[in-house]
């Protein structure tokens, strides 16, 4: 079975080198290249040669007996989410240290990020062979900061006084090389009670016990080596065939997706690990076909009919491919792109998301209004690479403006947000109790309420719309992080509540809980290491105080000093510069991101943004409420007295009746009769002479003529001639009117019918949105119907959603009855369409000069409708 090993380091650790060496020893490749040759097996893109730097994750075979996978990642941290995704897919990671150098913090925070993961981890100790090497001090650090056994696997051993060729290896780990495996065996034992103990009853460990404490992260091999000189590589690969295990995958096909790229023709490759069953080529991933199954190996690949769990691919053919899970790290800057004169940023746009598909920390906006497209980057190494990208792939010379802050908002204490929707027939209500949480935990949710008090089922839902969007902060309009959401209450109507009713009264909720609480601002904090002469030490210390910075005792190390702590990214911005210039070349300052904290210069940020959360009209606080028959919006500091479910001591529900008076709310039931039926029509569209063309905010496009059936799919009526004879019968004066059978379409639609499995009132109100959009870009008079006929004592009932004719059959009748009526009846004077994949009711139309189109047929119209909205936008 395959094994995933991953190559990780901080950048000029000699990663690329390593992965090269590794390569070369197994045979996978004939040539050892190097990186300052720029001819390096992974470094495939040109301004990693360029650059000397890795900046995409990449994967090369080794020829072993047992196959391993070698992913070599980005060491920049410019790059680091690239690195991060690539740790979900691994089995082993390598973590490459250089040994001529102190162990520096972004090191460190890659081990902590292997071992948050449980990851087993093998450490190379690189660049041995120089005269500064120093593996006990690295040892020595990583045991102190480490509740892990860091023990040498593998010793480098040279003779000072001799050449090069004189350095050599010793397998620790081996009978045969060393005579002292007693001691070897010793320091393994410590790692556990029970290893020790039998290590004292039978005087050695075996080689599967070794395996297991590797595998629980117990111990961490370390080898040391040069990788430039091929030292320690062959001991390396011995060590990852011997120690390491296979693991166990489940029969169910699944697989994680941690990358998305493109070829050079375009095609979409979705990189991914296969971590159950089998796939094979045809296969079908939600409603996609898997069409090539890729293995590659540095540029090159083969394909094959299908991969096995454990094996490390790229699929074709799955266009909506998106990454598994989210991006631990993001970045803490934000940049408008500047665009040269003559492009258009609406042809632009469309480019852009396709980058922000492959790296999601983009985080790209379009700013409408100021009709900017902005994106988050992690520094000036980063910028430069995606200039070249655009460059190179769109033609397109972008620049950029002045790099922002991306600030983040939370809250102090315990506060209530109460949501309320409730337009005529829509209706839904949600309490949230909004706490501050633990700082880098971001949003969590909860739930107290009682299913006696909301079913579980709007509770779901209320949760999904808790965790779909990012919420703004109310200070500066930035996203809101490390707070816990307890759903606490909730009311749902049994006839009106429809699946976007919630969506508004949770996000009003959360809004309105922010208006009234203490909130704080966060910046962005880097941990940074200054390395400079001794003789700077004043200066430096001066300049830090003056940033605010918490700095850490001074280490010192010869004539070079090293300052640690932590500062606020926007202090020292530009500073590298500086240290640069007064150290003459000899400073170097590392900064690593270390998560949000308390904004020293708040109010002076709050005041230079100038954002007015009441004016924010795509986050309203207030509430929406039925008054005389129609919405009255409330606003946020008013609406807690007219909630209907009161919260705390007296946690009763107001009783139906009296909360029915008191809105004022009543509901006109209308019976629908065969002989009714036109004089509903008339009442509902309106008589000849009355033109309401122009009630709908929406822009009318055009009507559906017979260019647009000829591309829709199969009709009744699919020709030019068919359809210019119904249309001259029946004149010009008539409507374009669509009847939806609306619970065919939802069983027919995938995505309806998952939805309806788990909320029927979800995917009904999903299908009425959908609609609402098609019908105002299509022209039509759009009439959607569904079954009521089961619910004893039920009229039936007819209304406006939004611009879309809603209707609920009477007891007794069906939807296909009440189609087929109504069609007969609208079709004399009008040209009308139904759709529907019924068998019956598609018999019926067929024999009364309507048109017909099946749910899948509708599909395929509402998508490329929106298609087309998209390209016209």
């Given at each position: 079975m395959n094994k995933v090993v991953g190559?990780?380091?901080?950048?000029?650790?000699?990663?690329?080198?390593?992965?090269?060496?590794?390569?070369?020893?197994?045979?996978?490749?004939?040539?050892?290249?190097?990186?300052?040759?720029?001819?390096?097996?992974?470094?495939?893109?040109?301004?990693?040669?360029?650059?000397?730097?890795?900046?995409?994750?990449?994967?090369?075979?080794?020829?072993?007996?047992?196959?391993i996978t070698l992913l070599d990642t980005p060491g920049h941290t410019d790059f680091q989410a690239e690195t991060f995704r690539t740790l979900s897919v691994l089995d082993y990671a390598i973590l490459v240290i250089s040994a001529s150098e102190k162990i520096n913090s972004h090191t460190i925070s890659l081990y902590k990020m292997l071992l948050e993961r449980n990851i087993p981890t093998l450490i190379f100790l690189n660049k041995m062979d120089m005269p500064t090497a120093d593996s006990s001090s690295i040892i020595q650090k990583l045991n102190e900061l480490f509740d892990v056994d860091f023990v040498k696997?593998?010793?480098?051993?040279?003779?000072?006084?001799?050449?090069?060729?004189?350095?050599?290896?010793?397998?620790?780990?081996?009978?045969?090389?060393?005579?002292?495996?007693?001691?070897?065996?010793?320091?393994?034992?410590?790692?556990?009670?029970?290893?020790?103990?039998?290590?004292?009853?039978?005087?050695?460990?075996?080689?599967?016990?070794?395996?297991?404490?590797?595998?629980?992260?117990?111990?961490?091999?370390?080898?040391?080596?040069?990788?430039?000189?091929?030292?320690?590589?062959?001991?390396?690969?011995?060590?990852?065939?011997?120690?390491?295990?296979?693991?166990?995958?489940?029969?169910?096909?699944?697989?994680?997706?941690?990358?998305?790229?493109?070829?050079?023709?375009?095609?979409?490759?979705?990189?991914?690990?296969?971590?159950?069953?089998?796939?094979?080529?045809?296969?079908?991933?939600?409603?996609?076909?898997?069409?090539?199954?890729?293995?590659?190996?540095?540029?090159?690949?083969?394909?094959?009919?299908?991969?096995?769990?454990?094996?490390?691919?790229?699929?074709?053919?799955?266009?909506?491919?998106?990454?598994?899970?989210?991006?631990?790290?993001?970045?803490?800057?934000?940049?408008?792109?500047?665009?040269?004169?003559?492009?258009?940023?609406?042809?632009?746009?469309p480019k852009m998301k396709i980058l922000q598909e492959e790296e999601p920390s983009l985080n790209l906006e379009y700013n409408e209004e100021l009709k900017e497209i902005q994106v988050r980057i992690f520094g000036k190494v980063q910028m430069e690479v995606l200039k070249t990208i655009i460059k190179s792939r769109f033609g397109v010379d972008i620049d950029y403006t002045n790099g922002k802050i991306v600030y983040k908002e939370t809250v102090a204490s315990v506060t209530y947000g109460a949501g309320h929707f409730e337009p005529l027939r829509h209706y839904a209500e949600a309490h949230v109790r909004i706490e501050p949480a633990e700082r880098g935990s971001g949003i969590t949710i909860k739930s107290e309420c009682s299913t006696d008090d909301l079913a579980l089922n709007w509770q779901r839902l209320i949760a999904t719309h808790l965790s779909e969007r990012e919420f703004r902060g109310v200070l500066t309009g930035s996203p809101l992080t490390d707070v816990c959401f307890t759903i606490v209450a909730g009311r749902a109507h049994n006839k009106h509540t429809e699946g976007g009713d919630f969506r508004q009264a949770t996000y009003r909720a959360v809004r309105q809980?922010?208006?009234?609480?203490?909130?704080?601002?966060?910046?962005?904090?880097?941990?940074?290491?200054?390395?400079?002469?001794?003789?700077?030490?004043?200066?430096?210390?001066?300049?830090?105080?003056?940033?605010g910075a918490d700095i850490n005792a001074p280490e010192s190390n010869g004539e070079i000093s090293i300052l640690k702590g932590k500062v606020s990214v926007s202090a020292i911005t530009d500073y590298n510069m500086e240290v640069t210039s007064y150290t003459k070349g000899a400073g170097i300052l590392e900064l690593e991101p270390c998560g949000y904290d308390i904004c020293k210069n708040a109010e002076e940020v709050i005041a230079a943004r100038n954002y007015n959360p009441d004016e924010d009209i795509m986050n309203p606080s207030g509430s929406v409420f039925c008054h005389h028959g129609s919405g009255e919006y409330v606003p946020w500091d008013e609406a807690d007295s007219q909630m209907h479910v009161q919260i705390g001591a007296a946690k009763e529900a107001i009783p139906e009746e009296i909360r029915l008076k008191q809105i004022g709310r009543e509901i006109e039931k209308k019976k629908i009769?065969?002989?009714?039926?036109?004089?509903?029509?008339?009442?509902?569209?309106?008589?000849?002479?009355?033109?309401?063309?122009?009630?709908?905010?929406?822009?009318?496009?055009?009507?559906?003529g017979p260019d647009s059936i000829k591309s829709t799919g199969s009709h009744t009526y699919n020709s030019k001639e068919d359809y210019e004879k119904i249309n001259k019968k029946k004149g010009n004066s008539g409507k374009n009117i669509l009847l939806v059978d609306g619970y065919n379409v939802i069983h027919a639609w995938k995505d309806l019918s998952?939805?309806?499995?788990?909320?029927?009132?979800?995917?009904?109100?999903?299908?009425?949105?959908?609609?609402?959009?098609?019908?105002?870009?299509?022209?039509?008079?759009?009439?959607l119907v569904f079954d009521a006929y089961r619910v004893k004592g039920n009229l039936g009932e007819m209304s406006m959603y939004n611009n879309i004719h809603l209707v609920y059959t009477k007891e007794a009748q069906t939807a296909d009855e009440y189609i087929a009526k109504a069609a007969i009846e609208l079709g004399d004077k009008n040209r009308v369409t139904v759709a529907t994949s019924d068998a019956l009711i598609q018999l019926i139309i067929r024999g009364n000069n309507c048109l017909l189109m099946s749910s899948n047929d509708l599909l395929e119209n509402v998508n490329k409708a929106k298609e087309q909205i998209r390209e016209q936008l």
């Open positions: 190559i990780i380091a901080h950048v000029d650790a000699g990663k690329t080198t390593l992965s090269e060496a590794l390569l070369y020893s197994a045979g996978s490749i004939r040539k050892l290249g190097r990186v300052d040759r720029q001819d390096a097996f992974l470094d495939n893109f040109e301004l990693e040669r360029k650059r000397g730097i890795t900046i995409f994750s990449k994967q090369a075979i080794i020829n072993v007996p047992d196959k696997f593998v010793e480098l051993s040279k003779d000072k006084n001799s050449s090069e060729d004189s350095i050599r290896t010793i397998s620790l780990f081996s009978k045969k090389d060393n005579e002292s495996i007693d001691t070897f065996y010793e320091n393994i034992a410590t790692c556990d009670e029970e290893v020790l103990n039998s290590y004292m009853e039978d005087g050695a460990i075996e080689d599967s016990v070794i395996a297991d404490l590797i595998a629980d992260c117990k111990l961490v091999p370390v080898i040391e080596g040069s990788a430039l000189k091929l030292k320690g590589i062959e001991e390396l690969i011995n060590i990852i065939k011997n120690y390491s295990l296979e693991r166990e995958y489940p029969d169910e096909p699944e697989f994680i997706t941690y990358k998305i790229s493109r070829d050079d023709k375009g095609n979409k490759l979705t990189h991914v690990k296969i971590t159950g069953g089998r796939f094979n080529t045809r296969d079908i991933v939600d409603d996609e076909k898997i069409t090539e199954i890729r293995f590659y190996s540095g540029e090159k690949y083969e394909t094959r009919a299908s991969a096995e769990a454990g094996d490390l691919v790229v699929f074709m053919g799955l266009e909506n491919s998106k990454f598994t899970g989210e991006d631990q790290v993001m970045p803490v800057m934000t940049y408008t792109i500047r665009l040269p004169e003559g492009v258009s940023i609406h042809e632009f746009l809980g922010l208006m009234k609480a203490e909130n704080v601002l966060l910046e962005p904090y880097y941990v940074f290491t200054l390395t400079i002469p001794m003789e700077y030490v004043g200066r430096a210390m001066t300049d830090l105080e003056k940033m009769t065969e002989d009714e039926l036109n004089e509903i029509f008339n009442r509902t569209f309106g008589s000849k002479k009355d033109d309401r063309s122009s009630r709908f905010k929406y822009k009318k496009r055009r009507s559906y998952d939805l309806a499995n788990e909320n029927l009132d979800a995917a009904r109100g999903k299908l009425m949105d959908t609609l609402c959009e098609f019908a105002a870009y299509r022209d039509y008079e759009l009439i």
